[in-house]
């Protein structure tokens, strides 16, 4: 949806969401596109008809449309207060902008959705308020669904924030200045007779580990893809 030139509390806190959104994913290396397209009413390729679009009664109020690297995301906020029928209608609407902003996406892209909510100042510890995100983030019809609880003070946001995306697409658990050697996947090997990983993917995990010069993402998925396959046996 479209947003005013006036800000308002609501378009300040947006603003400063996206700007703690986009310093870490640069961070990383990811690229930011703005995609109003995502946070619009219209469906890619319709008209401005009540065929092609959807109504702003059943949309957020306030939402913003991104493309961080290969990720679509639309970026709302949570109701003011912690009510279990106001958390479902904020709900509903992200899930209804969240088929509009599939409308603009190839179905191999879909898969990789997400909507971050963000909550009101002071509703991070506040346990009604867990609660409810908890219910939300279960909730994966359409995308994947993500929530910011944010601090009661400012000037804890970026931590707060630096936290939350541990949890998210923007974490980078596998980034760090420590020196490993080759020991912890000789363990690995070691461990396979006496658990339950089979020679063959540990031995698959310590090749995937041992590519020079391989993309920390093509990693994690030969990982993960790995697994799958002994899942599969």
Known sequence: M??????????????????????????????VEGKPNY????????????????????LPNHVRGLQIGRYPVLLTLLPEAPDEEGMSDIVRRVRNQCVVARSYLSPSATVDLHAILVGPRGSEGVDRWRALALITER?????????????????????SFDDFVKRSFLARPWITDAIFSMAPLDNVSRAAPYADIPRDTAGEWIQAASEPGIDTDQLVDDLVASWQRRSAQ
């Open 139 to 159: 909730d994966e019809r359409v995308a994947r669904k993500l929530v910011w609880l944010r601090p009661t003070h400012a000037g804890g946001d970026e931590q």
């Open 39 to 58: 946070a619009g009413s219209i469906f890619a390729g319709g008209s401005d008809t009540p065929s092609a679009r959807i109504e702003p009664s059943d």
């Open 2 to 31: 479209s947003e005013s030139l006036a800000t308002s509390p609501a378009q300040d806190a947006l603003a400063a969401s996206e700007r703690l959104l986009t310093r870490r994913a640069l961070e990383i290396g990811l690229q």
